[in-house]
């Protein structure tokens, strides 16, 4: 089964830009449906957006026009570009497979990563 590893996180101050990495121990594209999702102190696992083999994304209200998401095969890595970082961005950040585009609950997701650090502040 694929593995996932974040990688990427940090302190980056309101309106900056971050590039999180979601780096898969085979083949990316063995991965019908890349997830990213991100979790908050207090609160529950939220959905950010995902793409499919075909390089469809999609993505949470909160997050359209701000994140983008994309994936390089040759590098076995998906990518979350953040920009237009606001303070509530500030969370820990997973990437997750699944084998239906569109899904967005958590329990739709497996093969979680131990997630990376994103704090927005000035």
């Known amino acids: 089964q694929v593995q996932l590893v974040e990688s990427g996180g940090g302190l980056v101050q309101p309106g900056g830009s971050l590039r999180l990495s979601c780096t898969a121990s085979g083949s990316i594209f063995s991965i019908p449906v890349l997830g990213w999702f991100r979790q908050a102190p207090g609160k529950k696992r939220e959905f950010v957006g995902g793409?499919?083999?075909?390089?469809?994304?999609y993505y949470a209200d909160s997050v359209k026009g701000r994140f983008t998401i994309s994936r390089d095969g040759a590098e076995n890595t998906g990518y979350l570009q953040m920009s237009s970082r606001k303070p509530e961005d500030t969370a820990l950040y997973y990437c997750?497979?699944?084998?239906?585009?569109?899904?967005?609950?958590?329990?739709?997701?497996?093969?979680w990563g131990q997630g990376t650090q994103v704090t927005v502040s000035s």
């Open positions: 793409i499919n083999g075909n390089g469809y994304t």
């Open positions: 997750a497979r699944s084998n239906a585009y569109g899904s967005t609950s958590p329990g739709a997701f497996g093969s």
